[in-house]
């Protein structure tokens, strides 16, 4: 079945440093991947998207391109501020036929002033 | 254009009683999912619906659990008897269309607590 795999947190980083969280994946079909973040106690954000290989997602100086050859989409920024401390999902709807969304468990990522 | 509604937002039983979640999808929005968020995970696919059908039930726990989306009101999800292990937030999000490309946009959620 359909899976995805994302780095494990808590990931804690300085303000302005780089940031890349990794993203890897299983699936039927050609999906479509998907970032999503979690404020605290708050619903999923859709963060960015990319629906075909070699396409590239972007929001909120966010990145990630989808790479069917690594069956990867691994998300990234250039510098990362205070604000973006949350929790990011990975994900992937497949286009096998699946309705739902299948999630990673999440990355918690901590911006440090 | 209000987003996805979800109440309660937090929802406290005991262990035997019954817990209703209600989701309210964006105007225009006739797809309605359910997600389950345990502990220290990602969330896991429950249910989808249309108006008056469930089109995909595959992630639904099989006894206890239940789904409807009816003509007029909002999507309510059904839990019967509940015990401590159904402690989790759960989520809703609806879709314009279905399929691989149109965004599923999410409520804040329902944490439940069984005591």
């Known amino acids: 079945g359909d899976s995805v795999t994302q780095m494990e947190g808590p990931v804690t980083l300085s303000e302005e440093a780089f940031l890349t969280i990794n993203c890897t994946y299983t699936?039927?079909?050609?999906?479509?991947l998907f970032w999503y973040v979690q404020y605290p106690g708050e619903g999923l954000q859709l963060l960015l998207k990319a629906t075909k290989a070699d396409d590239k997602g972007s929001n909120k100086g966010f990145e990630a391109t989808y790479r069917k050859e690594t069956t990867s989409f691994h998300l990234e920024k250039g510098s990362v501020q205070v604000s973006d401390s949350a929790v990011y999902f990975c994900a992937l709807m497949s286009g096998g036929g699946a309705d739902g969304l299948t999630f990673g468990k999440g990355t918690h990522l901590i911006i440090q002033p | 254009n209000a987003g996805v509604m979800q109440n309660p937002r937090h929802l406290v039983r005991r262990r035997g009683q019954e817990a209703r979640l209600r989701c309210s999808p964006m105007k225009g929005h006739s797809h309605v999912y359910w997600y389950r968020q345990l502990p220290e995970e990602g969330l896991k696919f429950m249910v989808y619906l249309q108006k008056e059908n469930i089109i995909d039930e595959s992630g639904m726990p099989k006894e206890r659990f239940s789904a409807e989306f009816p003509k007029e009101g909002p999507s309510i999800l059904r839990i019967q008897q509940v015990v401590r292990g159904d402690s989790a937030a759960y989520f809703c999000?609806?879709?314009?269309?279905?399929?691989?490309?149109?965004?599923?946009?999410f409520g804040p959620g329902t944490r439940l607590t069984v005591l």
């Open positions: 699936a039927t079909g050609y999906p479509s």
């Open positions: 999000a609806s879709s314009e269309l279905a399929g691989v490309r149109n965004e599923q946009f």
